[in-house]
């Protein structure tokens, strides 16, 4: 009988990339399945400079990986789900949102964090996400906030080798590759990305066998709330780099929905927040986006124009 092909498996070459790709493998084997990795490099790895709003946002780091997808030279792509377009017009589609980890934003201050309880300290805090910047500059407006690229590692060095007062960084993302000690505090107030600390996992839409064997690696309750957020992303007609958040959480069948937009400066602010039973949860994203732009939200996305 002749042996079944391994999976290829495309990932980005990042140690967290990676990490991501290689725990859908290990999924895969526990379900009888062989699989290798097929490193593919994005826009976004090339380039580590340019803040990622000028470089169009959108398929910054997934375009390489979809184009390798339709061309089979990879059977499958584990991306990171918040870098994901909310409107994929290619013949691919998500057919597994893994359990998602830790969805919360954290500062690393290598000399702690003493000076956030200085009201008129100008500190410095590096950033190149516009949501995190927007967050941060509506609760701290007398700091600066300075562009920070690279994957985790690169930016880790970064924030010890500059003389900046701390750098924000996805929890999930540090947690993953054991660099957790480095949190010096995890930012509750902040609203994350919709998304922020899933993993997607995306096939070509007439691969049956494969959606057959990537369904067991999908968590309802995540996908779900991701698809909330998400919805919310989309009808707010907001890409990855746009300062808006969005968050959906499932407690005692209960989802609690939260999302926000800012102006870049952080000056205004656009709120909504509610509860309802999970399974009466479709459509609340979009509710809430169209809810926030009645109430004068689109002057966010003006700015991005």
Not at 134 to 162: E, F, I, M, S
Request: proline share 4%; with cysteine; aromatic share 6%.
């Amino acid at each position: 009988m002749k042996p079944r092909k391994p999976i290829r498996i495309g990932t980005r070459s990042s140690e967290l990339a990676t990490w991501q790709a290689r725990n859908v493998a290990d999924r895969l084997q526990q379900s009888g399945h062989q699989s290798k990795l097929v490193t593919i490099t994005s826009q976004g790895d090339k380039d580590k400079t340019t803040p990622l709003p000028e470089m169009g946002g959108k398929g910054v780091f997934t375009k390489a990986l979809d184009e390798a997808l339709m061309n089979d030279e990879i059977d499958l792509a584990v991306h990171s789900f918040k870098d994901l377009p909310t409107e994929n017009p290619l013949p691919l589609r998500v057919a597994a949102v893994m359990e998602r980890a830790d969805p919360r934003d954290t500062l690393v201050a290598s000399d702690g964090i003493d000076f956030l309880n200085k009201p008129d300290y100008e500190a410095k805090i590096a950033t190149g996400s516009n949501r995190r910047r927007a967050q941060w500059l509506n609760r701290y407006p007398n700091h600066a906030v300075v562009n920070l690229r690279g994957n985790v590692n690169t930016r880790l060095d970064k924030v010890h080798a500059k003389n900046w007062d701390g750098a924000i960084f996805a929890a999930a993302g540090l947690l993953r590759i054991n660099l957790g000690h480095h949190i010096s505090q995890y930012l509750d107030w902040m609203i994350s990305a919709p998304a922020q600390g899933a993993m997607a996992v995306m096939v070509r839409e007439n691969d049956e066998k494969m959606e057959q064997i990537v369904d067991p690696l999908n968590h309802k309750q995540s996908a779900l709330c991701t698809r909330i957020e998400r919805e919310f992303l989309n009808v707010m007609e907001a890409g990855c780099s746009a300062p808006v958040g969005a968050y959906a959480a499932i407690i005692d069948d209960k989802l609690h929905f939260k999302a926000v937009a800012l102006t870049l400066d952080g000056k205004e602010r656009f709120d909504f927040e509610k509860t309802v039973r999970a399974s009466e949860a479709k459509g609340l994203g979009k509710k809430a986006a169209r809810q926030m732009l009645d109430e004068g939200a689109g002057k966010v996305m003006e700015e991005l124009a």
